[in-house]
């Protein structure tokens, strides 16, 4: 059983839906999470970064863990075509190597 | 700021060729990774290092070694290549794993 599961998609939606990414993960010593976007033949971007249960907001994206039930999410509001990508879920931290889900694929539609 | 630099972007390999990726962060970050990316696979981690002077082994290490040459680069070698090895390999570093641009390998 991979560390991270994540639902690799596609994921279409209409521009200016709000999107919701998720992931589990099975290792509770894990410290940080974080989001990743990736267009295709680039490098991971990181999106957002904590490390503690509850939100973090960042302009139109929101993350939220729950360290309870081993849950994340990234909420994506107001989507744009400019954000059709692949997103990555990753945790880590500590003596623990950032270990990534498989990523979702997201298509935002005009 | 640069961040992570990888080189080369691309290559192009005959099965038994050897060959060095090169990374290097301007971060300061002590731990810095290779993984490799695959349709359906994900990010799969070859190897490690927490900091100058240490390396490990991570999911995938077999056909591949590194050296930490300094705090800034890390470097992924291929000894002699094999068409299984053809993939995208990034480079990280740091905790939060900033990545570099990934070099686009295929090995024929």
């Known amino acids: 059983q991979k560390e991270v599961e994540q639902d690799p998609g596609p994921l279409s939606v209409p521009e200016g839906a709000i999107v919701s990414l998720n992931c589990t993960y099975s290792?509770?010593?894990?410290?940080?999470f974080m989001w990743y976007r990736q267009y295709s033949r680039k490098g991971p971007e990181l999106l957002m970064y904590t490390y503690s249960s509850g939100n973090k907001e960042d302009g139109r994206f929101t993350a939220q863990v729950d360290k309870s039930s081993k849950y994340i999410s990234l909420f994506i509001r107001d989507s744009q075509p400019s954000d059709s990508a692949t997103y990555l879920c990753a945790e880590g931290g500590g003596s623990y190597i950032p270990t990534f889900g498989r990523g979702t694929s997201l298509i935002v539609h005009p | 700021n640069a961040g992570v630099t990888q080189t080369p972007k691309f290559q192009v390999l005959k099965t038994g060729q050897s060959m060095t990726l090169q990374c290097a962060q301007d971060?300061?970050?002590?731990?810095m990774y290779w993984y490799r990316q695959d349709p359906g696979m994900g990010l799969r981690l070859i190897y490690y290092s927490a900091s100058e002077g240490t390396t490990d082994k991570g999911e995938v290490p077999n056909g591949y070694n590194v050296s930490r040459l300094n705090k800034r680069e890390f470097s992924l070698r291929l000894e002699s290549a094999a068409p299984s090895q053809t993939s995208v390999y990034f480079c990280?570093?740091?905790?939060?794993?900033?990545f570099g641009q990934g070099t686009r390998l295929t090995v024929v």
């Open positions: 990280a570093s740091g905790e939060e794993a900033f």
């Open positions: 971060m300061n970050h002590n731990s």
């Open positions: 290792n509770s010593a894990f410290q940080y």
